[in-house]
């Protein structure tokens, strides 16, 4: 059966698509236009209930609404804030077929070696990335979720290097998930003694011969101070000479961490003004406590929440306030964040609020949970989110994936093509269920299907204007063909520019 071409286009021009959506096509993937239609503000048309759960998750679902309307913001943030206390029954049982999530390093090395009788990376990493997927898309502890792709790209590990295949399966763990919603000060030394980060930023090259500051400068501009942190070239090198030692074992027990004092170099150093005074191995926590309590580190952290989860430009008050919090805390993440969602969730509901522009994983994954689409997070699903780059673990350089707007906007297309293939069910692994919204449509109540669609995936009413023009061009396919007419105004939606903020 042919998709309605000309239906679609229109739709996508009236839901704000752009001009650029009428080039040619034909079935699904070829009813796109050869270019990315020019970029257009969103709607503005979400309820403020909608807008927070889009920030504290990957999309709401309709009983998320229910709740956060029925207790109150506050209390479903502490709900969230305290994930070990939430049921999560589904998606422990979805996990439970994953075997690699429970193995060590060596395990994991050697399941590699397993397969084909020469190891490969790829199958093990394909089970890795399907879990983080499942997670995003079931769990109902949203915030989490969103926690450890944060810090996910703030301790960026691209799974390209070296062991790092294998490796950051258990810094996913024993580092980000472990310490998500921590204290700042443990996550960033769980961090630091990762194999890992050791690998994917050379410190396991660094010794006292052939000094090697590839982590100390990351660990200072990235993971800490930031860019503008008032550090200087002398200290970077210091940092260096203070991190040397570190190693990983090989052989017996390969991927875990050692000290080699041999290898170390010796004497005082000065990292900031402050004297590290010579102890080995423990001069790396003396180094942590002092970037952990500069005002420069609670600035960088602050300024990536609030980026994260309220704007581009995030409000300064908002973020001075949090990083008092982050001082007076020592890192407290759950404080911080209570700053910044209580404090800024006002900022973000106002009918003029500034919105997020959702990144691909951001997008696929709301688009699965708002239209309750089954999934098995497979190979199928994760081409897409290659198409629309952002293949997890695979961000080669230490900055991890951008969080602005700016850098997503020119790839549309692939977007497009995912929501096409969502509604007529050509995602293997992936099932989405047309038949409840059919109901509507068959009963020859069409306002009603419009109202429903834009309710559930963009958390509102279309403007008055707007579904009378969609109810319009629908009108002769909503009479001969109701799937049709479903699948064309629900992919539509899916393509449009409101669906692409939270």
């Not at 029925?70 to 502490?78: D, V």
């Not at 450890?148 to 580092?175: M, P, Y």
């Not at 689409?373 to 951008?402: C, F, H, I, N, V």
Request: charged fraction near 25%.
């Amino acid at each position: 059966m042919d998709f309605p071409r000309r239906d679609f286009l229109k739709v996508l021009g009236i839901l704000g698509a752009g001009a650029g959506a009428a080039a040619g096509c034909s079935p699904l993937a070829s009813y796109l236009p050869t270019q990315s239609a020019g970029f257009q503000d969103p709607l503005q048309i979400s309820s403020p209930e909608w807008r927070a759960l889009n920030r504290l998750s990957f999309g709401p679902r309709p009983e998320e609404r229910q709740r956060l309307t029925k207790i109150g913001l506050g209390n479903y943030l502490e709900e969230q804030l305290s994930p070990e206390k939430i049921s999560d029954h589904k998606t422990n049982l979805l996990l439970s077929r994953i075997e690699i999530l429970e193995m060590d390093a060596d395990a994991l090395r050697n399941r590699g070696d397993k397969i084909f009788d020469n190891y490969d990376p790829t199958l093990v990493l394909d089970d890795f990335r399907q879990a983080t997927t499942l997670r995003q898309v079931y769990s109902k502890k949203q915030l989490e979720e969103v926690l450890v792709e944060f810090w996910t790209d703030h301790f960026n590990i691209s799974v390209q290097k070296g062991d790092c295949w294998f490796l950051k399966i258990v810094d996913d763990r024993e580092v980000i998930r472990k310490h998500a919603l921590g204290n700042f000060r443990e996550l960033l030394g769980a961090s630091a003694h990762s194999p890992a980060m050791l690998v994917y930023l050379d410190n396991q090259e660094n010794h006292k011969d052939a000094p090697n500051e590839n982590y100390a400068r990351e660990l200072l501009e990235l993971h800490s101070l930031g860019v503008q942190g008032g550090y200087s070239q002398e200290d970077v090198m210091e940092l260096a000479r203070c991190l040397t030692g570190w190693r990983i074992k090989e052989h017996f027990w390969r991927g875990e961490l050692k000290f080699d004092q041999d290898t170390h170099t010796p004497g005082v150093k000065t990292v900031l003004g402050e004297t590290i005074q010579p102890a080995g191995k423990g001069e790396l926590d003396q180094v942590l406590d002092i970037l952990v309590k500069h005002p420069s580190t609670a600035e960088t952290i602050c300024t990536k929440l609030a980026r994260r989860f309220l704007a581009d430009d995030p409000p300064r008050e908002i973020v001075n306030k949090a990083s008092q919090v982050f001082l007076e805390s020592r890192g407290d993440i759950k404080a911080v964040l209570r700053v910044i969602l209580l404090d800024g969730f006002p900022y973000i509901v106002t009918e003029n609020s500034p919105l997020k522009y959702k990144r691909p994983v951001n997008y696929l994954v709301s688009a699965l949970r708002s239209s309750g689409a089954e999934t098995d997070g497979g190979r199928a699903l994760q081409r897409y989110l290659k198409s629309m780059g952002q293949p997890l673990y695979d961000w080669p350089t230490p900055d991890g994936y951008p969080d602005t707007a700016a850098s997503w906007q020119g790839n549309l297309l692939p977007r497009w093509r995912f929501a096409l293939d969502l509604v007529q069910n050509q995602i293997k692994g992936t099932r989405f269920d047309l038949e409840s919204y059919l109901v509507d449509v068959q009963a020859g109540d069409a306002s009603f299907f419009v109202d429903h669609v834009a309710n559930n995936f963009l958390g509102g009413s279309l403007p008055p204007g707007m579904e009378i023009e969609l109810l319009s061009t629908l009108e002769e396919t909503i009479s001969d063909n109701p799937r049709q007419a479903a699948e064309v105004v629900i992919a539509g939606v899916l393509a449009s520019p409101a669906f692409q903020w939270r």
